[in-house]
Structures are given as structure tokens and as C-alpha cells.
């Protein structure tokens, strides 16, 4: 019947032995697995916390580079912008990657690293992104994500649209300011973005923080659980096995072997050491191989456990309790394995024990996971201790209960003190504008259930130190049921935001070389100034100062000595004017000054004031001397002077009125005065060109040169004649508008859109004939505003690349005035081009006083003759002779002469007789629309661009 028994007792027993087993293992495997998910996901949130602290802080930072590149005009700055701006690109970049429909993780890990990221969170942070991209807060954050993209590329587009417009050099400080402030509008618009991810993703990692806890927590729990109801069901077998051992020995052999844990018998009277094929298996052995006494076992235990092992097993021997024991083993192969082995010992008719027998089993997966789950905590407790946000926790009474060292260095409380109090005895705030305390964010937060932000600007009262600005938000704490248990408080210092806010707004009104307001402040006070005279009528006067010597100062020390003289000026002018006016310098050595409630006859003595202070004053720089003079502009305020712009236009008119009139002096300005007209009229001039540059409606137009003396190898020469088409399309001549053009330097865009309008036309032309031995010489006018252009040269070789046109196919006319005002850059903008094949001609010669004298010292290959001579020669004697003593010298000098204004035969005939190369004028051809050009009379033309 036994032997019936037997194989349903065994099988009865594996059965028992996997269900006691397979818990424990699920539960180890399912705890290994928790902690290594738990160490990914916590590694991924705390990386996307850190970018995000990387991507808003070089945000900022670009913006604030944008802000003073459009001030500053520095590149330098532009370059730190592009630096800065790389960061929240790189994010992009990694976003882009990480959504597509084939995720491009080689371009995602690029991205990150370009967004300052460390190589190994962008890993981690890829990983959370592809695992959590459906999930609530990914899925909020990757929109709130995109959306600060969006606001990014408008950020960079506007800010390459300012460094062009920079580049360009022609863009007014207007056009500037709004280009500023839409990157301002564009910042304010990034703020909220930025906070809300931040808050999202604060708020994930603590919610994930919370769970990954609970779920470790609940797993430890049913861990103890299942081992205490397999301590007992070890015990219980024991019993058994102890029982079985003394009925059969075969029995207890039966019973070790189906143990999953390993058992052991000490005779302490043989010192001898019994092993169960368990036990020899988990060692790592061979069933039935090992031979141990306790001393050669003892020697196999971890050095570092060995005595603590002797030293318990001492003291149970010696009380006779039970005992639960944990240390390393050394294995076959040599590793050490963690072991737990309990057991008692027993006594014998004595009452001393005579042998102890116990299990063994392999513990080393549970102490890697304690290992794992404390090594996270520590990582908690390090991120919280390096973050530069003060953080402190508290319960749901509003109690502290952690305080990290920020928050500790902020408050001047430890951590140990300032536990289990009330929060508002830590963190007391009040209003920093009014000095009130503060309802306690923290209560607020708990009563309603909600995220609570600082709304105003607050103060912290520190424990022993002086208060300081701070900016805080508070969330409540949620275990997994959705239940509040305690609330989260993150504060930060903002002593050095607000210094640098009052900073930038100090900067923003006032110019950084002399620390007088610069223009945008003095027209916020204009308009004040303006707004008070409508409702009050009071009486304002303003002047507009311009330095007359400053150019030269500039021009012969270097800036460093222009930049010194507007500081001594402004240092100058400063104290002689009353308490409440206004002196602000609006740009380079220009100086506007608001005299508010001042009459007429007293403004006008201020402003003579301030010319006699600068007419004495003599500026040293370097042992040389120079006397400075000042012409000022004076515009009281009247009924017909109510906007900020007609009262600067017409103080503009009137300043230069005064360099009209020899400079030096202070002119009053009238509106009833035919100066000022002509002024005005100049300066709508200015807006008529601009509008006409960006409509395109100027056109060149074109006049022969003909040969006087028979045939000549020369090519023809046809010089381009500029025109504009007015709003009714009629055509306006070139000295209706040049005046004013010169004037306002916008001379330089106009030469710009002839070279660039000329040179694709005789492209169309080379294109359509496919040759270019029949085109002949064309010539071009520049002014003296382009040649002194340090980027004007550059911009026309580009051209001459653009269009492919053969450098000896032009010729640039410059003026003699032009040449002879900037003698050294016109002759080295010549030889730069005359060295590659172009032609120049020095237009209307003989007009200057020294004009012999220059003529040798400037490279060009024609000289015209200045028409004022030409066309009255057969009358005037002394015209005549002009243009024979032109001729002969400019033969002697071995350049050919073109006549100008030939309007008859007669005239031409002399020309010829003299022996002058070329003739021009309408009597030879009336200039028609470059493109559409006819042969002059008798001579056959040989260019039709168009």
C-alpha cells in the first residue's frame, strides 16, 4: 500500500513546492522589471525637465542677443544669438524626428545634442517619447512643444530679417524698432508656452514619481508577504521533514530534494556539514560533491561577512533561539552570490545543541533590486539637491516636510528645523509695491484643488537675511487614487532677473555712449510734453542740435576721438539747461533738446546759450586742437505742431536750414518761411523715392556720344540717363528729386537699382545675340555718397558676377565735385576697377576751382567737358577757350574729351575744329528709353540693348 502511496505523495509534493515557488519568482521577475522601468522613465522625464530648462533659458537669452544687435548693430551679438538660438532648433530638429511616420532616431539623438543635451539622456529621452508619445502628459507636451516651435521659426525668420536688414545699412531706426518689437511679441508669446511645459512636465515626472513609488512599494509589500507565508510554510515542512527523517531516512532524503531552497545539517559533534542536492546546486556544484567542514565553509563566506556570521552563529548557539541569516557566498566559479539561511539548532538530553540544520536559498536578485530601487531614491534626492529651484513639500495640514538645500539657502532654515512646522513660519511672503503679507499660496492650493502661481511681485522674508524678489508656484501631491496628500512648492530667486529687467529698461531709453536718452525716450517725452500742451495750453519748445565739426573730428582721429568729443559735448550741454528739460542724443553727433513750459524769447536764449557754450569749447585729442560748432534748430510748439512727427520734421527743417545758412547758428523755424517749404517739399521728396524704389518705377533712359573726327577703332559710348515716373505716370527729370536724394542719403539705393537694372538689360541683350563686339561703352553716374561707401564696391563686382557683363562694356561717370570731396576713396575705387576693365570719366569738368590740379592725380580714361562752357562758346570767348584748354591738356594727359550740351551743328563744328573727341547733346540725339535707341544722324549706332 506504501508503494501505492509514494508516486502520488511525490507528485502531490512538486506540486506544492511550484505553487510555494512561482509567486516568489513572478514577484522578483516582476520587481526587477519595475525598478529597471522605473530607472528608464525617471531618467527620460528628468532629461526633458533639463531641456526644457536648456531650451527656454536659451531662448531667453537669444532674444535678449536680438534686442541688442537691433540696438548695437554688433555681430557679435547676432553670432551669440545664432549660438543660443541652436539650442531650441536642435529640439526641433529631435521632435521632427521623433513624429514621423519611420522615426529617424540618428537625427532625433542629433538633435538633442544640438539642444545641449548629454549624449545618454538623449537616449533616455527618446525612449520616453516613443513609449509615452499617446500618453496624457507626452501628448500635452508635445503640443504645447510644437506650438513653441512655431513661435521659434517666426522668431528666427524675424531675426534674419534683421540681420538684412542690418547688413543692407540703409534701414531706418523706425523699421528697426518694429522688427524689435515683434521679437518681443514674440517672446511674451513663448512665455506662457514655456511655463506650461515646464509645469507639464514637473507635474508627469512627480505623478510618475508617486505611481513608480506605490507600485514599488505594493510589490516590496507582497514580497513580505509571500515570504512570511513561505517562512511559515518552510517551518511547517521542517516539522515535517524532521519527522519524516526519523521514520525513514529515505523519506527525508525525499523531502530535501523536492525543497527549492537548499538544506544543510551541521553535527556539531563531527563538524561535519551535510549539503541537499539544492543546496550543492545553488553553490553551484555537482550533486554529491562537496565536502565541508564549518571551518573550510566558513572560508567560502564574503571576508566582509565572515565575522558577523561567527559572531551570530556564536550567540545562537549559545541562547538556542532561532536564526535568519543573510551574507555571500563564494560559488564555484569564484563570484560571490547574496544567500539567506534560516534554521535552528538542536538540543540535546543535555540541553546543549548537538547539531543545527537550516535552508539556504539564493537571495541575490532581491538585494539587486534594493540595490536599484535605493540607488533611484538616491538619484531623487541628488536632482532635487542640484536643481536651482528651492523646493520644499508639504502635508495636507500645510506642514513642512523636506526642504532641499536651495530652499534651505533661501530661507535660512535647515531641512531638520524647519520639518513638521507650519509652512508660512518657513515661507512668509508680502507684496513687494505695498509691503502686505501675502495669502499662503500653499493653503490656496489645497483648498481649491489647483496649480497656484505668483501673480504679482512678491517678497520672501528670510529667517536672517534681508528679503528677496522671488517668483513661486505651488501643485498639490496626488497618490495613485487621485486622493491630495501634501502639496509642492518651487520657488526661485528673482533679485538678478529684476536687477537685469531695470537694466534693459534703463538701456532701452537711454543711449549707451553718452547716458543721455536716446531717441525713443525723448519721443516718449515729446509726446507727453505734446499731450500736456493740448490740455493745457502751455507753452514747449524743442530743438534739434547737430555738430558741424564732427565729421572731421571722425574722420582725421578715428571714432574712438568722435565718440569722446559727443561725451564731452553732452557733458557740456547738460548743465546749461534747466532742471526739468530734456537733452537726449537722437543718433550719431544729432542732439534734441525739450524745453518744457518755456516761451519763445527764453527758448531762443537757451539755444543761444547752448551754441556760445559749444562755439567756446575746443576739443584736444591727442595734442591736436579742433574749435566745434553746433546749428540749431528751434520749433515752438503751436497749434499747427500737434504730432510728434510734424514738430521733429519741422525742427529737422530747421536745423538744416541753419547749415544752409553757414552753419553755427540758431534758426527759429516758420512755417510761412519759403525755406522751410523747400524744405518740406525736400523731405516728401524722401518718401516719393522710397515708395518709387519699392514700386519700381524709376527708368534709365539713353544718349548717344558721337565721334567728331572721321572713323575710330573706339567702340561707341552711351551714357544712362535716370528718370522717375511719378504716381500719373508722367516723367519727373533728375533735378527735381537728386537734390533732395543727396540730401537724405539715398543716393546710394538709387545707384544700386541703376547698375543692378542696366547690367540685367545688356545680360538680356548678350543672352538674346549672343555676342558682344557690337556693344559699346555704356556709361553709368555715381555719386559721391556711393563712392564713399566702404560696401558699395564689393556690391558692384557681385554684380559684374551676377550678370556675367564684360568689365570694358562700362564706364562709370563720376562729378569733379565728387572726386575732388573724397579724393583718396574715389581714386582707389577707380584702380580697383580700372584693373579689371572698366572705364571711367570725370564728369563735368571744369566747374571746381582746382580742377587741372586733381585731373592728374585721377585715373579715368574720358573727360567731359561741363556743358555751361560748351554750349555758349561761339558767343562767349572765354567758354571757347575753356573747352580748347580742356581738350589739349586731357590729349596731353592721354584722355579722350566729350563735349556736353551740343545742341547745333554750328557747335559741333568747333568741337571738331578744336579737335574734341566726342560730342553730347540734344543736337546729336535726344535721349529715348534704354533698350529703344536709333542711330544719331549720320552715324551708325552700334548698341540696342533691351
Not at 238 to 267: K, M, P, T
Not at 888 to 893: K, Q
Request: hydrophobic share 40%.
Amino acid at each position: 500500500m506504501s508503494s501505492q502511496l509514494a508516486p502520488q505523495m511525490t507528485k502531490a509534493r512538486v506540486g506544492r513546492t511550484v505553487r510555494v515557488v512561482w509567486p516568489f519568482v513572478a514577484i522578483l521577475t516582476l520587481l526587477l522589471l519595475l525598478g529597471n522601468a522605473s530607472l528608464d522613465t525617471m531618467s527620460g522625464l528628468r532629461a526633458y525637465v533639463a531641456a526644457e530648462s536648456l531650451w527656454s533659458k536659451a531662448q531667453k537669452r537669444a532674444v535678449g542677443h536680438l534686442e541688442r544687435y537691433a540696438q548695437t548693430r554688433n555681430e557679435d551679438a547676432y553670432g551669440q544669438y545664432l549660438a543660443e538660438i541652436a539650442v531650441p532648433l536642435g529640439d526641433q530638429q529631435a521632435r521632427i524626428a521623433l513624429a514621423a511616420a519611420t522615426p529617424d532616431l540618428s537625427g532625433a539623438r542629433h538633435g538633442f545634442r544640438t539642444g545641449r543635451n548629454h549624449p545618454d539622456d538623449a537616449t533616455a529621452m527618446i525612449d520616453l517619447f516613443r513609449r509615452f508619445r499617446n500618453v496624457g502628459f507626452m501628448t500635452k507636451s508635445i503640443a504645447i512643444w510644437t506650438e513653441a516651435d512655431t513661435h521659434i521659426a517666426h522668431l528666427d525668420a524675424t531675426a534674419r530679417e534683421l540681420h538684412s536688414a542690418v547688413k543692407a545699412a540703409k534701414t531706418g531706426f523706425a523699421e528697426l524698432q518694429t522688427l524689435s518689437s515683434r521679437i518681443r511679441a514674440i517672446d511674451q508669446q513663448l512665455t506662457p508656452l514655456e511655463e506650461d511645459l515646464a509645469a507639464t512636465l514637473g507635474e508627469a515626472s512627480r505623478q510618475m514619481a508617486m505611481m513608480l513609488m506605490l507600485a514599488n512599494l505594493a510589490v516590496a509589500a507582497t514580497l513580505l508577504y509571500v515570504a512570511f507565508r513561505h517562512a511559515r510554510r518552510r517551518l511547517r515542512q521542517e516539522e515535517a521533514y524532521e519527522g519524516a527523517l526519523r521514520v525513514s531516512e529515505e523519506r527525508f532524503d525525499y523531502a530535501v530534494s523536492g525543497s527549492n531552497d537548499g538544506i544543510w545539517e551541521w553535527r556539531l559533534w563531527g563538524d561535519e556539514l551535510y549539503f541537499s542536492p539544492r543546496c550543492e546546486d545553488l553553490l553551484g556544484h555537482t550533486p554529491g560533491s562537496m565536502r565541508e567542514s564549518a571551518a573550510s565553509f566558513l572560508r567560502r563566506i564574503h571576508p566582509r561577512d565572515r565575522k558577523s556570521v561567527s559572531v551570530l552563529l556564536r550567540e545562537h548557539l549559545a541562547r538556542g533561539d532561532a536564526f535568519d541569516l543573510e551574507f555571500r557566498i563564494r560559488m564555484r566559479d569564484g563570484a560571490f552570490r547574496w544567500f539567506r539561511t534560516r534554521g535552528r539548532a538542536d538540543l540535546g538530553t543535555e540541553g546543549k545543541p548537538e547539531r543545527m540544520a537550516g535552508a539556504l536559498a539564493d537571495i541575490s536578485d532581491r538585494k539587486q533590486a534594493e540595490a536599484q530601487i535605493f540607488e533611484e531614491k538616491e538619484k531623487a534626492q541628488v536632482t532635487l539637491a542640484s536643481i536651482a529651484d528651492a523646493v520644499i513639500t508639504v502635508d495636507t495640514a500645510a506642514r513642512v516636510e523636506f526642504l532641499n538645500p536651495v530652499a534651505e539657502r533661501l530661507t535660512g532654515w535647515r531641512n531638520d528645523e524647519a520639518r513638521r512646522n507650519p509652512l508660512p513660519m518657513v515661507f512668509s511672503i508680502m507684496d513687494e509695491s505695498t509691503g502686505v503679507a501675502v495669502a499662503d499660496p500653499v493653503a490656496a492650493a489645497l483648498r481649491d484643488d489647483c496649480i497656484v502661481k505668483s501673480e504679482s511681485n512678491v517678497v520672501l522674508r528670510r529667517r536672517h537675511d534681508a528679503p528677496i524678489a522671488i517668483d513661486h508656484s505651488v501643485a498639490p501631491i496626488r497618490d495613485r487614487m487621485g486622493s491630495i496628500v501634501g502639496a509642492v512648492l518651487v520657488f526661485h530667486d528673482m533679485s538678478r532677473e529684476r536687477q537685469y529687467a531695470t537694466r534693459l529698461a534703463h538701456l532701452a531709453s537711454h543711449d549707451a555712449l553718452t547716458g543721455l536718452l536716446n531717441r525713443r525716450g525723448f519721443e516718449h517725452r515729446l509726446n507727453m510734453a505734446l499731450a500736456d500742451s493740448r490740455q493745457q495750453e502751455f507753452n514747449h519748445a524743442v530743438l534739434y542740435l547737430d555738430l558741424d565739426q564732427f565729421k572731421l573730428v571722425n574722420d582725421t582721429c578715428g571714432h574712438a576721438a568722435g565718440d569722446e568729443l559727443l561725451r564731452q559735448v553732452s557733458a557740456l550741454l547738460r548743465p546749461r539747461l534747466r532742471e526739468n528739460d530734456t537733452i537726449a542724443r537722437l543718433g550719431g553727433d544729432e542732439f534734441g533738446v525739450l524745453l518744457e513750459h518755456c516761451p519763445p524769447e527764453p527758448a531762443l536764449c537757451l539755444a543761444e546759450g547752448l551754441r556760445n557754450a559749444v562755439s567756446g569749447f575746443h576739443f584736444v585729442w591727442k595734442s591736436r586742437s579742433f574749435n566745434v560748432g553746433v546749428s540749431i534748430g528751434l520749433v515752438n510748439i503751436s497749434d499747427c505742431l500737434q504730432t510728434l512727427a510734424s514738430v521733429l520734421s519741422a525742427a529737422d527743417s530747421a536745423c538744416y536750414m541753419a547749415k544752409d545758412k553757414g552753419r553755427h547758428r540758431v534758426q527759429v523755424y516758420s512755417p510761412e518761411s519759403d525755406e522751410v517749404a523747400l524744405r518740406q517739399g525736400e523731405m516728401e521728396w524722401v518718401n516719393r523715392i522710397h515708395r518709387a524704389l519699392a514700386e519700381n518705377r524709376f527708368c534709365l533712359y539713353a544718349q548717344p556720344v558721337q565721334r567728331t573726327q572721321g572713323t575710330d577703332a573706339s567702340p561707341p559710348y552711351t551714357e544712362l540717363l535716370l528718370r522717375l515716373r511719378d504716381e500719373n505716370n508722367m516723367l519727373i527729370p533728375p533735378i527735381e528729386f537728386i537734390p533732395a536724394a543727396e540730401r537724405y542719403h539715398l543716393m546710394p539705393a538709387i545707384d544700386r537699382w541703376v547698375i543692378t537694372t542696366a547690367f540685367a538689360t545688356l545680360a538680356r541683350y548678350f543672352n538674346s545675340k549672343g555676342t558682344v563686339d557690337s556693344i559699346g561703352t555704356c556709361g553709368i553716374n555715381l555719386s559721391g555718397a556711393s563712392i564713399g561707401d566702404d560696401e558699395f564696391l564689393d556690391f558692384v563686382h557681385s554684380q559684374f558676377v551676377r550678370y556675367k557683363i564684360p568689365h570694358s562694356h562700362i564706364c562709370f561717370e563720376i562729378t569733379e565735385t565728387t572726386a575732388v570731396t573724397s579724393l583718396s576713396k574715389a581714386a582707389d575705387f577707380m584702380a580697383a576697377l580700372r584693373g579689371l576693365g572698366c572705364r571711367f570719366a570725370l564728369d563735368d569738368f571744369g566747374v571746381g576751382v582746382s580742377s587741372f590740379r586733381y585731373l592728374k592725380h585721377l585715373p579715368v580714361d574720358y573727360v567731359k567737358i561741363d556743358g555751361s562752357f560748351v554750349k555758349d562758346m561761339l558767343k562767349d570767348p572765354v567758354g571757347h577757350a575753356m573747352v580748347e584748354a580742356i581738350h589739349r591738356i586731357g590729349h596731353i594727359m592721354c584722355k579722350k574729351t566729350i563735349a556736353e550740351s551740343v545742341e547745333s551743328h554750328a557747335i559741333l563744328e568747333a568741337l571738331r575744329t578744336i579737335g574734341v573727341d566726342y560730342a553730347q547733346g540734344f543736337g546729336i540725339a535726344m535721349p529715348e528709353p534704354f533698350g529703344e535707341l536709333r542711330p544719331p544722324r549720320g552715324v551708325p549706332l552700334r548698341i540696342a540693348a533691351g
